[in-house]
Structure formats: structure tokens, C-alpha cells
């Protein structure tokens, strides 16, 4: 009888010790590249011993990948840049809500899912690049002015089929309605200096070049190539500072409909919007921390402060669909 008891005891010991283990390492599917979230998650493992394993992707591979692997899905987080994205996410049934006092607390509602399916973490701006040279003071205004006739082939722009555009023009729908965008996206179509670019850095470089005046961009892409080139010939100039604000978007995570480990990852998340790891993520991204009561770093906070867009970064979503079929009809590619 005493052996059993012995025995039992010892099973019990071990079934408990593989149920810690297991909650000791969060998993996460990010579509950030490794050197921007690998500070971040570091620091919380030397913080909490909590090991976090992550796996990078696309987006949309990712998200796939969740719903294919349902129930059995080791994911406990996605990690992923725009609210559009994050939107896709949540109506495809891949998360769940993370109801935390704490997030609500650090990160304002217009950062997060009303429906509580995700939060902000860091923000991007997606504003004007210019070159000083040739764009003269006073010139730029708003985004919607770059549809005027002062900017006919003088401006570059990346490809409508980036979810960055995308959620531009879903919220210029939400301000102004539909009509209007499709004239000033056929605005700014019509004024286009070359074929869209690929990707934001082209549109900087481009503009930096000569090819072309004025361009719109994620602030970080000219963060990073100003970081390499001190004397890069393009400014950032941030409109619409007398009506909406400065198009604001983001970097967010959501807890997977079957994480195997919920409460040890919305611990991480709710670190990850404290002031710690805000400051990881600013000085790491040359973004801006969605936590209000963090500082950027000094390189972004050299860029100049700004009045952002209050517009819910979800609306980037729920409007995604009407603003890709706008963005087609307008002849921007």
C-alpha cells in the first residue's frame, strides 16, 4: 500500500512538472522579421524564465496555417503588422479575445479590436515623403491634395496590393465616403511620375533620386535608410495637420482560438505593451510605441511631433474589401 502511495505521488509529480514545462514556452507566428521581435521576446525570458519560440512567415501563410491546424495548432500568438491584417485574422475565427484590464489600461481603444481579438503594440505612420530640393515650403498640405494638378508627374507610390495602401484608403473612405476617395485616389494615379514601386523603400530612394518629388511611405522605411545615410535627399512631412491627422497604423498581436497555453501568453502580451518593452520596441523598429506614456527614440523623435488620425486603426479592415475594388476602379495597380 505504501509503495502505491510512493507511486502514485510520483506520477503526480510528473504529470504536474510536464503541465509547467509545457506553460514555460509561449509560441508565436510572426510575420516580423527576427531582428525586431527577438530583443523583445529575450528580454522577457531572461525576465520570467517563460522561453518564447517563434516562427516567422507571411502573413497569409501564417493565418492559414492556424486555421488548417485548428485545435492542434502549437500557436499561442499571432504577431503581425496592420490592422487590415489583424482584422483578416479575426474574421476568419483564428482568435480569441484577450480581455485584459492591463492592455486596456496601456494601449488606447483606437489600437485595439472593440472586440478585444487583438492589440496594438507598436505604430507606424504612413505620411508623405518629399524632397527638400524641389518640393518648396508650403507646397504639401494633406494626402488629398496630392491629387491636385501642381503634383501631376511628381509623385511615386508603391503597389495598391499592399495592405499598408490598402487601410490608407479604407480610411479616407471612412472620412470622406466613396465617391470622393476614387477621385482623389484617379488624383493621384493621374499623377504618377513612373510605375508603382514594390516596396516603400523604392518610393524613398525614388524620390531621393530625382524620379520623382513626393511619394507615401511607412515612416520606419525612411528611418532605416536615413540610419545608413545621414545625407539621404527626401524629408518626412506629416499632413492633414489642420483636419484628420497623420494616418496612423500598426504592429499587433492576438491570442489564437486554441492556444495551447492562454494564460501564459497573455501574460507576454501584457508585458509587451508595458513601458519595458515599449522601449524595446522603439528603440529596436524606429516605429512609435502604442503605449501613449512611452517615448520614441531619439531618432524618431527628431522626425518632429505630429497629430495622428483617431479613426479605429479596425476600420482598416472592415473597409479593406470596398477599398481594394476602389483602388482597381481608380487604375492604381
Not at 490608407?168 to 493621384?188: Q, S
Request: net charge negative; hydrophobic share 40%; with cysteine.
Amino acid at each position: 500500500m505504501q509503495a502505491s502511495k510512493g507511486l502514485l505521488a510520483a506520477l503526480t509529480l510528473t504529470a504536474l512538472s510536464g503541465a509547467v514545462q509545457a506553460a514555460d514556452e509561449v509560441v508565436v507566428y510572426s510575420s516580423r522579421i527576427d531582428e525586431l521581435i527577438k530583443p523583445v521576446f529575450d528580454a522577457y525570458t531572461a525576465k520570467t524564465g517563460v522561453n518564447v519560440k517563434f516562427i516567422t512567415d507571411k502573413e497569409a501563410p501564417l493565418m492559414a496555417r492556424i486555421k488548417a491546424e485548428g485545435e492542434n495548432t502549437p500557436a499561442d500568438l499571432l504577431l503581425t503588422v496592420d490592422g487590415g491584417n489583424l482584422w483578416q485574422a479575426e474574421e476568419m475565427g483564428i482568435l480569441q479575445p484577450l480581455d485584459s484590464q492591463m492592455i486596456k489600461d496601456n494601449i488606447p481603444a483606437q489600437y485595439r479590436s472593440s472586440t478585444n481579438a487583438w492589440t496594438g503594440l507598436s505604430l507606424r505612420a504612413r505620411t508623405i515623403v518629399y524632397s527638400p530640393e524641389r518640393v518648396e515650403e508650403g507646397e504639401l498640405t494633406t494626402y488629398e491634395a496630392l491629387a491636385d494638378e501642381r503634383w501631376e508627374g511628381r509623385l511615386c507610390l508603391r503597389t495598391s496590393k499592399k495592405v499598408y495602401n490598402q487601410s490608407l484608403t479604407a480610411t479616407l473612405i471612412e472620412t470622406h465616403g466613396a465617391e470622393k476617395t476614387e477621385e482623389i485616389i484617379t488624383g493621384w494615379v493621374n499623377n504618377l511620375a513612373t510605375d508603382v514601386f514594390a516596396d516603400d523603400n523604392a518610393v524613398i530612394q525614388a524620390v531621393a533620386a530625382g524620379q520623382c518629388d513626393v511619394g507615401i511611405v511607412n515612416s520606419y522605411y525612411y528611418g532605416r535608410l536615413h540610419a545608413q545615410d545621414p545625407d539621404l535627399r527626401a524629408k518626412l512631412f506629416w499632413p492633414n495637420q489642420e483636419g484628420r491627422g497623420v494616418h496612423v497604423n500598426l504592429s499587433g498581436i492576438g491570442l489564437t482560438k486554441h492556444a495551447p497555453h492562454p494564460e501564459a501568453a497573455q501574460k507576454l502580451v501584457e508585458w509587451m505593451t508595458t513601458a519595458e518593452a515599449q522601449s524595446i520596441f522603439a528603440d529596436t523598429n524606429m516605429e512609435f510605441p502604442a503605449n501613449p506614456g512611452v517615448k520614441p527614440s531619439a531618432e524618431v523623435a527628431a522626425w518632429g511631433d505630429f497629430k495622428a488620425d483617431t479613426i479605429p486603426v479596425e476600420v482598416a479592415g472592415k473597409r479593406q474589401a470596398e477599398a481594394i475594388m476602389l483602388m482597381d476602379r481608380a487604375g492604381w495597380r
